[in-house]
């Protein structure tokens, strides 16, 4: 018995057998703790994380399924050479009866062609050789058949598809023909790559067409599983060579015909094609429930978390509060595991800031009543003097509006009344970025509630443009167009050495920094109070989302004093940044379990 990486292996006459369950269970841990975040979520998957260990787990199942790694080999069984002897009989008698076509001759297989040694009884060949490449159906124009667009084709390994019902005079011409048996693999990018591949059933009256972006092989009589050559071109190696033959532009390429048809292909016996197919039935079923227990347990674990984390936010007394953290911070370690959960406890400690619950209240404070006192002699002055206009009045907040009860010496006050204005940014199109302008930061520069300048554009702005546009120390950035879940970010304008502009899409506001803190006002607009507040009024078009001034101005915000406002920032600034190094901690042990992942599958396929 040979061992690497814990994998234990067989020998079976001349070749290698894995032993597939205890692959699977000698490290089921290693399998359901890889986890990746999605970049982007496709259409039709809404899920925020992959389990990238059992999706591995699963492409390893069927590479070692194509390779003869998977089953036992039998020497009752009848060889590969003989059934393709057969195959090869019955291809030409069709051919004599004329009721396929000849086709053009394939070369024969290089010992450089192929990947890797095939066991005893098996053979290469070719899907050309074996099935009759983009069959045609000859029907009477009133049967109903099936039709399959693209999106009815699932990427599930069972090659499972839906259909529309229509007739055969409607779908006969400028489409792709199949019937009962065919094979379809999707040969266009993404679904390509995505291993969109269809054993045609079920189909009304036995035959079907569908989307032109489909190569259908046709198997010669019943001496081939029509599941194994499934497997075949679901098989990684496949998909990874295929990648490589795609020709055309980008978001228009296709695999080539020749090479679905010509690539070698490992043909075993025709009862270890069914074993190997039976196989993979029973080890895909048990990722199916390692998959599903995965969820599961990800599911239970993000809810436990929320319950706890919310007994912070609703605890009535310092008292409940203190019992509420006792319990948290017994299980730190075991509720702090996921990426999630640490987003989870970032924005309780954003909530718990803006309800007062994060720094204890000091008595001699000045109240923020007085804040305001001071602000709404200011803006007067400001008015008076011309050097700001008189806005629209906010209208007071009711006793029902206010969602809590703020503690001593706090006040709910519309944002609006804590700046004195609010304005949009300049419009430059693209083309009139420079190399040597102003910096200009668009929507892209916020990010976390900072300005990140990486790869932000420069504009030529004339005197009068740049002092309506320019943006000074802890002025507030606001997002005020983007997607539904972005739209309203902020940051603050740090201090800088050149001058600063905003593009249209965000809006500055110029709070009164004597008496209030612009970077409070900025953890509160990160809050999920204030998200909530956007999320109500943002108007949503064609995939964007905007905001207007009015609209943010009349978001209900709890202010302390001023004192407190520090306090608040600076504890909150600690604690998130904590979250940030658990999230960077927690990032490069999935990296590591990933890594893993890949270290097994490629010893054993290598």
């Known amino acids: ?231 075949y071109l679901k098989a990684p190696q496949f998909l990874q060579v295929g990648k490589t033959k795609m020709t055309g532009s980008a978001g228009q390429k296709r695999v080539p015909v020749g090479f679905f048809a010509g690539n070698p292909m490992p043909f075993p016996p025709l009862a270890e094609q069914h074993r190997i197919v039976a196989k993979v039935d029973e080890l895909m079923a048990l990722c199916d429930q390692l998959e599903q227990q995965t969820e599961d347990s990800i599911t239970a674990h993000q809810t436990l978390v929320g319950t706890l984390l919310a007994t912070l936010t609703s605890s009535k007394n310092t008292e409940a509060f203190s019992q509420s953290w006792a319990r948290i911070a017994a299980h730190f370690d075991t509720l702090f595991t996921t990426e999630h959960s640490i987003d989870q406890l970032k924005q309780t400690v954003l909530q718990l800031a803006v309800m007062g619950k994060l720094v204890p209240q000091n008595p001699n404070d000045e109240p923020a009543s007085v804040l305001l006192e001071k602000i709404a002699a200011e803006k007067e002055q400001l008015i008076k003097d011309k050097k700001i206009k008189k806005a629209k009045v906010l209208p007071a907040i009711s006793d029902d509006e206010k969602p809590f009860e703020l503690p001593c010496e706090w006040e709910w006050v519309r944002f609006g009344l804590l700046f004195k204005s609010f304005s949009n940014g300049l419009y430059k199109p693209s083309k009139f970025y420079t190399e040597q302008g102003f910096i200009s930061l668009r929507m892209y520069n916020i990010q976390n509630g900072e300005i990140n300048f990486s790869a932000a554009k420069r504009v030529e702005l004339n005197p009068n443009e740049l002092e309506q546009f320019l943006l000074e120390e802890n002025d507030l950035l606001i997002n005020r167009v983007n997607s539904k879940e972005l739209v309203g970010k902020t940051a603050i304008i740090p201090a800088f050495q050149e001058p600063l502009v905003y593009e249209s899409m965000n809006m500055r506001a110029k709070s009164f920094i004597n008496y209030i803190s612009a970077h409070y006002l900025n953890l509160f607009m990160m809050s999920q109070l204030a998200k909530d507040s956007i999320s109500s009024f943002a108007k949503e078009a064609i995939g964007q989302a905007s905001i207007n001034q009015g609209q943010v101005s009349s978001i209900k915000t709890p202010l302390p004093p001023l004192l407190e406002q520090h306090r608040i920032v600076k504890k909150a600034d600690e604690l998130l940044t904590l979250c940030d190094q658990l999230k ?23």
């Open 1 to 231: 018995m040979l061992q690497t990486v814990g994998i234990s292996w067989f020998w079976w006459g001349q070749s290698i057998m894995i032993d597939a369950d205890s692959l699977i269970t000698e490290h089921i841990d290693i399998w359901t703790t890889a986890i990746k975040k999605r970049s982007a979520t496709g259409r039709g998957n809404n899920k925020k994380i992959e389990l990238t260990g059992i999706k591995k787990l699963r492409e390893l199942i069927l590479e070692l399924a194509v390779r003869g790694q998977l089953v036992p080999q039998d020497p009752n069984d009848e060889p590969a050479a003989v059934l393709l002897e057969k195959i090869a009989a019955e291809k030409a008698q069709l051919i004599k009866d004329k009721k396929i076509k000849k086709a053009k001759v394939l070369p024969d297989i290089g010992e450089d062609e192929k990947p890797f040694e095939l066991p005893s009884g098996w053979e290469w060949t070719k899907l050309g050789l074996i099935a009759e490449i983009a069959p045609r159906n000859q029907l009477d124009d009133n049967v109903q058949v099936s039709f399959i667009p693209m999106p009815l084709i699932t990427t599930n390994y069972k090659g499972s598809h839906g259909q529309e019902i229509r007739k055969w005079s409607e779908i006969k011409k400028g489409y792709t023909h199949f019937s009962d048996g065919d094979i379809g693999l999707a040969k266009i990018t993404p679904c390509f790559e995505n291993s969109k591949v269809a054993v045609f059933s079920g189909l009304k009256n036995g035959y079907g067409a569908g989307t032109t972006e489909l190569h259908i092989a046709r198997p010669f009589g019943e001496m081939i599983s029509h599941y194994f050559v499934l497997l």
């Open 584 to 606: 960077t901690r927690l990032s490069a042990a999935q990296t590591t379990q990933v890594h893993l992942a890949d270290t097994i599958v490629k010893q054993v396929v290598n």
